[in-house]
Each structure stands twice: as C-alpha cells, then as structure tokens.
C-alpha cells in the first residue's frame, strides 16, 4: 500500500509557501504528497494539534509566533514529524539554533526546487525508517530479546533446546519430549533451563510461540485460526487465551492497531 505522505508549510510569506506546494505538488506522480499550508506559527500549532504529519517545512523567523516557538512546542510530542527550516542568510543564526531543537536541515532563501525536492525526499526517508524501527522495536518481547545477547552463557543442551524450538513452533513440543530427544533427565532440563534462560520453558515456549504470531498478524492478513496452528496451538480459543495474557490484548486488536498505525502513516 502506498501511503500518502502529508506535509505541512509554514510561512507568512504567501508567494513562498504557494512556491514550495507547487513544487511539491508537481512531482506528487512520483511520490505521493498531501500539502497542506498555515501563515503563521499559532495557526500551524493548531493545525497540528488534530492532524498527523510525517514532514513540517516552517520559516524560522515569523511574527508573533516564530518557527523557532513551532518546533520548541513539538520538542517532547510523540510522534513528531520531521523538521526543515528555511531562513534568509540574515537569519542563519536561527537555523542553527533549530537545528539543535530538532530539525534535520535548513533551506535557503531564495529557495532552489531541486534542493527542495532533494531534502524533502531524504527528510521523508528518515521519517519512514524511524516509524519502520519503532514497529519492529514493538514486535520484539523484550525478555527472548535479552536471552538472545546471553545465548554464548548457555551450556550445549539449553542451546540444543532453544534451537529446536525455534524450528519446529509449529509442532507439539514438552519438556519431556524434549529431554528424551536430547537424552537427558527431564527434571535436570527443567532447571537448568529456568537457570540459564531466566524463565521456565513453558513461559519461553508461551512466549516464542506469541512472538511469531505477532509477526505473522503484522506481516499477513492470515485468518487467526491459522496463525493459532502456524505457532502450534490446536485451537484459536486458547491461543488467544495465551496472547491476551502477553500482550493485554486480543490477537484481532493488535493486527487492527498495526492496521490503523500504518494507515495514518
């Protein structure tokens, strides 16, 4: 799906703004911009506060509320979009001190439209590959991440183990089975594991299973009840059991929230 990238101009110099929206406009065939535009720094803010936008172009040097007050109020929001300033040679020392609050670059008046369509392609890049981090920073369980630096502590069996589970997911797997398969005792596994893993193996195996599945509900519009089989539950009900005790949150929702998020990016 191509997303819509949306971009607003702040400037209290109408002909500039017109200039960048046209520019930016124009070459919208080849990447898709929504161009959106406010005069002054307050009316902007207020735009921003009931819009989401991935790129903000603002003038540092405004009355009353300057580019430099926009990007200030902006400094801890979340999700904040991408920031360029544009400034006279008179006014570097403002782009500078945007700079320092955020802003990825600066463009000069008069402004040039290749380096416009320039550092609005890199600017847009950056902001898809941060938002692209952040998705996959929430698909990840923080304890497996964990145990994956620790893995070179772990004695031959436990590795062994985890190994095996990694593969076969999808298959019933239990301590006992696997403590005959790798010939050992099963009560000997069963605390060495929770010893060097830092969990029980069912708590690892819960856990393993629940972090496919949420690559698989962020990645596919499989069916629930497939991705219950795919990760090795027999039935969707417990599944979701499972799920809902990790994530605090039913298997449906979380997709639907991966859904809504890469929609309004």
Not at 3 to 17: G, H, M
Request: one cysteine or more.
């Amino acid at each position: 799906m191509i997303v819509t990238k949306s971009i607003l101009i702040v400037d209290d110099e109408p002909r500039t703004r017109k200039g960048i929206k046209n520019t930016l406009e124009n070459c919208s065939i080849e990447h898709p911009y929504h161009v959106e535009t406010a005069s002054n720094g307050i009316e902007a803010m207020e735009w921003l506060q009931h819009h989401v936008v991935h790129l903000l172009i603002t003038d540092v040097q405004m009355p009353e509320f300057s580019g430099l007050d926009l990007i200030q109020s902006l400094y801890d929001k979340p999700n904040k979009p991408m920031i360029i300033v544009i400034s006279g040679h008179a006014e570097f020392k403002y782009a500078q001190k945007a700079l320092q609050l955020g802003a990825i670059n600066y463009l000069l008046k008069p402004i040039d439209k290749e380096e416009l369509l320039n550092v609005v392609q890199h600017a847009l890049q950056m902001e898809e590959d941060i938002r692209r981090q952040e998705n996959i920073a929430k698909l990840v369980d923080k304890k497996l991440w964990q145990l994956s630096d620790s893995n070179e502590q772990q004695s031959t069996p436990v590795r062994e183990v985890v190994a095996y589970v990694e593969g076969h997911l999808h298959e019933s797997i239990t301590l006992s089975g696997l403590a005959l398969m790798f010939h050992l005792n099963a009560s000997y596994l069963s605390v060495l594991f929770k010893e060097q893993v830092g969990m029980t193996f069912s708590e690892y195996l819960s856990r393993s299973r629940i972090q496919r599945a949420k690559v698989l509900l962020a990645q596919t519009r499989m069916p629930i009840g497939e991705i219950a089989e795919k990760v090795g539950y027999q039935t969707d009900k417990y599944f979701i059991k499972v799920f809902k005790s990790l994530e605090f949150i039913s298997p449906s929702k979380y997709r639907q929230q991966i859904v809504d998020k890469d929609e309004i990016e």
